[in-house]
């Protein structure tokens, strides 16, 4: 195996050895170069031997650095090397057998990449790893590594998952944990298939993983309104969403009376917003180490909040905004939009709930409205000075919502200045008072 260099840094060290663009890399110090993870890794060492292959000849060359660390100064055609491993599985619960046609083509990209997981969070099903690659990051010791799991019994996870494989993927959590792999896992979580007496198998089970498992997400599964010809699902009643939130207390309750008082699986907080229960403290979610999964979002944002206005000096605010998010997170900032007026003289928000009418009314999160839906209910009403929406609507990028409406086309639509907004409590309170840059 190799990888083509595409260019070679000025003055780096890879240059000094007299590699060129074009050069196939080979091996660093004995060892096959693949992909990104090899690269980086292997190239962590004061003195490096290069394998190349030019012109079908080998060529031998070696570095060496003062700082261990350093990079060499090669680049590659893509980040990763070679090209993103795409899903193997057809779970049932999918999100993007749920998209509409006609979106870009990215969207509809079913990632399950081991590296993706180290290197950006993402997380894989474990089913699309070669021997070569579970013993790589053994090896290397890649940790944490992040899971979807879904459930513990081998037989539901082939069914759920449609995967002759799922069922037997189990084994590798196994092979992580015995060297000490570390692993945050999640279980997606669909009525009556694999909440209730499977939940609690689930837990039971990962929870004989700990320490390498270092945290449990329930989510409950997204459904959009394009769900023609798809396995039949539906959405948690209150009734149910609060048995999941139940069966959680009560694994917490016995697996921290054994584990010093630590806490290992988490709701996410979509099942609170669902049963109508109060959300934890921001204590309750330790380090949030699943955050990404919704776990704590509302409870951090609402600590950074209010810490936030406590130390903020109380003033006259002559300002006027419109604060718009999903349904989900409606309640929450509105309550917290009322106290920074409390606090602040002449300050007027107004917090409106945007319907996804793109996706359909059971998707409720902020970071799948689109462009169009704030298009659509914001035009026409008198917005104030600003309008603030979740960051997490947009694109990696920052520049455009899932349905390509950008930025500069909703602020000319609107006739307003639109900021986008981290959720971060001390930048969503900064933001109402300063305004954006």
Sequence with gaps: MSV????VSPESYGEKAGVLAGDELVKINSHEIFDVLDYRFYIQSRKLKLEILRNGETVVTNIRKSDEFADIGLEFKTYLMDKQHSCKNKCVFCFVDQMPKGMRETLYFKDDDSRMSFLFGNY??????CEREVQRIIDMHISPINISVHTMNPKLRVE????????ESLKILDRFSE?????????????????GDELRFSLEELSKLSPSVKSIAAVPVGLTKYRDGLYPLRTYTKEEAANVIDIIDEFNAHYSFYNGGKTLAYASDEFYLIAERELPDADYYGEFSQLDNGVGMCALLKEEFLDALENAESKT??????VATGYAAHKLLSNLCKKAEEKFQGLKINVIKIKNDFFGDTVTVAGLITGADFKAQLKDLDLGDELLIPRVSLRNEGDKFLDDVTIEE???ELKVKVTPVENDGAVFLDT???GGA
Excluded: W, Y
């Design 432 to 434: 109402i008072i300063n």
């Design 4 to 7: 083509i260099v595409e260019k």
């Design 179 to 195: 060297n000490g792999i570390d692993m945050n896992t999640q279980l997606v979580l669909c009525p009556g298939i694999n909440d």
């Design 410 to 412: 909703l602020s000319e």
């Design 124 to 129: 894989i099903t474990l089913t699309g790893l």
């Design 160 to 167: 759920m998952m449609k995967n002759r494989f799922a069922g």
């Design 317 to 322: 605010i002559n300002r006027s905004i419109t």
